[in-house]
């Protein structure tokens, strides 16, 4: 059963950093697309950015220009960089990975969808 393995959320005050990171526990095969959502307390999971198997990206507008989505050359971890952070950004931040593999003409593909267990980013003075 593959998991996925999120680090680097915290406590920062506003305007600072952090870089999240999700490791799968071992190598997912045919990755479609990464992507990072977040829920903040009382709202419904949003997502906030997005990186395909050919490094096309996409971002929420409230991120635009502070975040940066990535991932490593083996394809298996996604990263996210954030900076100047709002208080606004406070949610629960979970990483997703989604695979699709073709199994011929006559069957449906595969598809699977993977999900981190939540890292918890605080925005606060």
């Known amino acids: 059963q593959v998991q996925l393995v999120e680090s680097g959320g915290g406590l920062v005050e506003p305007g600072g950093s952090l870089r999240l990171s999700c490791a799968a526990s071992?190598?997912?095969?045919?990755?479609?697309?990464m992507a990072w959502y977040r829920q903040a307390l009382g709202k419904q999971r949003e997502l906030v950015a997005s990186?395909?198997?050919?490094?096309?990206?996409n971002y929420t507008d409230s991120v635009k220009g502070r975040f940066t989505i990535s991932r490593d050359n083996a394809g298996n971890t996604v990263y996210l960089q954030m900076n100047g952070l709002k208080p606004e950004d406070t949610a629960v931040y979970y990483c997703?990975?989604?695979?699709?593999?073709?199994?011929?003409?006559?069957?449906?593909?595969?598809?699977?969808?993977?999900w981190g267990q939540g890292t918890q980013v605080t925005v606060s003075s």
């Open positions: 071992e190598r997912i095969a045919s990755i479609v697309d």
């Open positions: 990186i395909t198997s050919g490094d096309s990206t």
């Open positions: 997703n990975i989604n695979s699709l593999i073709y199994r011929g003409p006559y069957l449906p593909p595969d598809r699977r969808h993977y």
